[in-house]
């Protein structure tokens, strides 16, 4: 019965530690990707994030993620690419399956903390459940 409530949770109460990875399959790796994502997908954004998304007809769901020079550096760069990532990784369940989603950071986003990325994002994900029909 708990695993029907909670698919996480396995025999005896205990966490699958694997289904809070971020695998290489969850990731759109090629510029083909990114090209295609950027053409056919569905554009909408937050305060500090532009988000795309769009059905990739292989029933997985797949993260992209861009941090522009003007975000800062490349330690802010990638600290806000991290934060990204563990918002991802946490919350893949939230994530509509089948769905390509790129999150590209504003130049503002630097200054973002791992809670504030997750009300912003979180919101977006919750609110909106990137309804994927016209």
């Given at each position: 019965?708990?695993?029907?409530?909670?698919?996480?949770?396995?025999?005896?109460?205990?966490?699958f530690?694997?289904?809070?990875?971020?695998?290489?399959?969850?990731?759109?790796?090629?510029p083909?990707?990114?090209?295609?994502?950027?053409?056919?997908?569905?554009r909408?954004?937050?305060?500090?994030?532009?988000?795309?998304?769009?059905?990739?007809?292989?029933?997985?769901?797949?993260l992209?993620?861009?941090?522009?020079?003007?975000?800062?550096?490349?330690?802010?760069?990638?600290?806000?690419?991290?934060?990204?990532?563990?918002?991802?990784?946490l919350?893949?369940?939230?994530?509509?399956?089948?769905?390509?989603?790129?999150?590209?950071?504003?130049?503002?986003?630097?200054?973002?903390?791992?809670?504030?990325?997750?009300?912003?994002?979180?919101?977006?994900i919750l609110?909106k459940?990137?309804?994927?029909?016209?």
């Open positions: 019965m708990i695993a029907l409530i909670y698919p996480n949770i396995g025999y005896q109460g205990h966490i530690m694997s289904s809070f990875s971020f695998l290489k399959k969850e990731r759109l790796l090629t083909r990707d990114y090209v295609k994502l950027n053409r056919a997908g569905r909408d954004e937050t305060a500090h994030f532009n988000i795309i998304f769009a059905e990739n007809g292989l029933g997985i769901r797949r992209g993620i861009t941090v522009g020079r003007k975000a800062g550096n490349s330690v802010v760069r990638n600290r806000v690419k991290r934060l990204i990532r563990e918002f991802f990784r919350h893949k369940a939230d994530f509509p399956q089948g769905c390509d989603i790129l999150i590209a950071a504003k130049q503002g986003a630097h200054h973002l903390d791992y809670w504030k990325v997750k009300e912003e994002l979180g919101a977006f609110d459940e990137l309804r994927l029909s016209p």
